[in-house]
């Protein structure tokens, strides 16, 4: 018999970002307003990216190398790091779920294999297909803990991990699993990928010092840097996270989608305002309980004013009272990892009573005319409950809401 209502405890939390590789060191660096841009020894020097200096070698064996590509290889740390986090020993495995969003997946061998296809002499690697597939980090991660409950992979651009952690919530919520490891991973800096991206005209341009250029909200802001990153959160349904004895960080009480189903690349604001309402909802709660909204907040010219828009649509004027900020300034836009890595952050501001700032927002612009937290992180009393946007290209629009656990 499903039980359905049950509470979502989240009990741990792993990483991978170009400014911390552990809950700590992540938060400290993104309060701080640090920038993990930088130009990549494996790119061109003009790509200013956010890469991370890992070093698969301490992991795997040779042998399991031929086999995982690099974002396989970031997922499966970052759970091992999450479960630890949790201090979590699996045992009922066919209670257990992962539930991992990526973008593009395996993107390194992909564009390996293309290229040895088309440049030396249509060259074939015998695992490409394994490799490079979406689903491979989930089935990783599953095969590396015996995880014989559901395994699911979701692509849905830049909301992907937050769709992943909200599908994981409904559940533990209805019944369906105990515990699950939701989050994402996604490792696309290649210059074939690197590449499509400029064509786009989305990418930061230079203002300065590079590692500055992503300014989200600000009147200056020209896009935002890609980076490479992974990001994991144990989820486990409360009485029993309460029954082992463990640390609760937070607890999911609500989650929204919608569509804008109106373009491929131009965000909706009634699309995005949906999808907070419905997260509301979901949550029982009203617009004036939410604290602190982590922003989708991409630096771009028409992202940002639309966002902004959609938050004061559901708001109204309490909207100028609620800080909002876009940690992207900091650990750059990591696509399908994206959403879990600033579900993490908001799930670590609630622990520290401090919400994070917009690093690097300069001058304000009209249209932008909410409280961004501008610089440096702020200490904020009374910090109950969080709100997480996604916002992605295809209209697919996914919204996290936590709350602290006295």
């Known amino acids: 018999m499903l039980r359905q209502g049950r509470r979502v405890a989240v009990t741990g939390i792993g990483l991978m970002t170009c400014v911390g590789e552990t809950p700590e060191t992540f938060f400290r660096n993104v309060m701080e307003g640090v920038s993990g841009i930088t130009a990549s020894p494996r790119l061109a020097p003009a790509h200013k990216v956010g890469c991370i200096a890992f070093d698969a070698s301490r992991h795997f064996t040779k042998i399991q190398l031929l086999s995982i590509d690099r974002v396989s290889q970031m997922a499966m740390v970052v759970a091992d790091r999450a479960l630890e986090d949790a201090r979590l020993k699996l045992e009922d495995t066919s209670r257990c779920g992962v539930f991992l969003g990526t973008g593009m997946g395996g993107t390194e061998s992909l564009e390996n294999a293309?290229?040895?296809?088309?440049?030396?002499?249509?060259?074939?690697?015998?695992?490409?297909?394994?490799?490079?597939?979406?689903?491979?980090?989930?089935?990783?991660?599953?095969?590396?803990?015996?995880?014989?409950?559901?395994?699911?992979?979701?692509?849905?651009?830049?909301?992907?991990?937050?769709?992943?952690?909200?599908?994981?919530?409904?559940?533990?919520?209805?019944?369906?699993?105990?515990?699950?490891?939701?989050?994402?991973?996604?490792?696309?800096?290649?210059?074939?990928?690197?590449?499509?991206?400029?064509?786009?005209?989305?990418?930061?341009?230079?203002?300065?010092?590079?590692?500055?250029g992503c300014r989200p909200f600000s009147k200056d802001r020209s896009g935002f840097h890609i980076s490479e990153g992974a990001c994991i959160v144990v989820l486990e349904e409360m009485e029993g996270a309460l029954r082992r004895g463990a640390c609760i960080l937070a607890e999911i009480v609500g989650y929204g989608v919608a569509n804008d189903a109106s373009h491929i690349t131009k965000p909706d604001e009634a699309g995005q305002g949906r999808a907070i309402e419905a997260a509301l909802r979901d949550a029982g709660i009203e617009p004036g309980d939410i604290d602190y909204i982590n922003a989708h907040g991409t630096a771009t010219a028409v992202g940002d004013v639309?966002?902004?828009?959609?938050?004061?649509?559901?708001?109204?004027?309490?909207?100028?009272?609620?800080?909002?900020?876009?940690?992207?300034?900091?650990?750059?836009?990591?696509?399908?990892?994206?959403?879990?890595?600033?579900?993490?952050?908001?799930?670590?501001?609630?622990?520290?009573?401090?919400?994070?700032?917009?690093?690097?927002?300069?001058?304000?612009?009209?249209?932008?005319?909410?409280?961004?937290?501008?610089?440096?992180?702020?200490?904020?009393?009374?910090?109950?409950t969080v709100m997480s946007n996604s916002f992605a290209f295809g209209g697919n629009n996914a919204v996290l809401v936590a709350r602290a656990v006295a």
């Open 306 to 384: 639309v966002e902004t828009r959609s938050i004061k649509r559901v708001f109204g004027e309490r909207a100028h009272a609620i800080p909002v900020s876009s940690t992207k300034s900091s650990h750059g836009h990591a696509i399908g990892a994206t959403g879990a890595i600033e579900f993490a952050a908001s799930v670590l501001a609630l622990q520290h009573k401090a919400v994070p700032p917009t690093a690097f927002w300069q001058e304000r612009d009209p249209d932008c005319d909410l409280d961004y937290v501008p610089g440096k992180g702020r200490a904020v009393d009374g910090l109950k």
């Open 114 to 212: 293309y290229w040895n296809f088309f440049k030396a002499e249509q060259k074939k690697r015998l695992l490409t297909v394994p490799l490079a597939m979406n689903h491979a980090p989930a089935s990783q991660i599953a095969m590396r803990h015996g995880i014989h409950g559901e395994c699911q992979t979701f692509s849905a651009a830049c909301s992907s991990s937050s769709i992943a952690i909200g599908d994981a919530y409904r559940r533990i919520k209805d019944g369906y699993l105990d515990t699950v490891l939701a989050g994402g991973a996604e490792c696309m800096l290649t210059p074939g990928a690197l590449n499509e991206w400029q064509s786009l005209q989305v990418l930061a341009s230079a203002q300065g010092d590079p590692s500055t």
